[in-house]
């Protein structure tokens, strides 16, 4: 079994910022892209930010520039570090994980339960 759990969401005020843990744990045999999504309400989710296990990074256009996605493959653990933040940026942030629990088996995609960030003016 495979476990996502985020930590580090809140209630911040435009203009702040806010830094986002995500630890997997559990049966894993290694970890491919790992990142952050989000979904606002009413909107479907969303890309934020994944990292590859060899550093590669990638931004949605809206966070670039204000977010940093950065990883720790020793802890198997993803971090998303949050400046300058906006209103528009309230939303429940996902942590996703593309991994294999098992030598000889696929890639699946795991999701954690979330993690509310609220912006306020």
């Known amino acids: 079994q495979v476990q996502l759990v985020e930590s580090g969401g809140g209630l911040v005020q435009a203009g702040g910022s806010l830094r986002l843990s995500c630890a997997a744990s559990?049966?894993?045999?290694?970890?491919?892209?790992m990142g952050w999504y989000r979904q606002a309400p009413g909107k479907q989710r969303e890309l934020v930010a994944t990292?590859?296990?060899?550093?590669?990074?990638n931004y949605a256009d809206p966070v670039k520039g204000r977010f940093t996605i950065s990883r720790d493959n020793a802890k198997n653990t993803v971090f998303l570090q949050m400046n300058s933040l906006e209103i528009e940026d309230t939303a429940v942030y996902y942590c996703?994980?593309?991994?294999?629990?098992?030598?000889?088996?696929?890639?699946?995609?795991?999701w954690g339960q979330g993690t509310q960030v609220t912006v306020s003016s």
């Open positions: 559990g049966s894993i045999f290694s970890i491919n892209a």
């Open positions: 990292v590859t296990s060899d550093g590669m990074r």
């Open positions: 996703n994980a593309v991994l294999k629990r098992f030598r000889f088996e696929g890639y699946g995609s795991y």
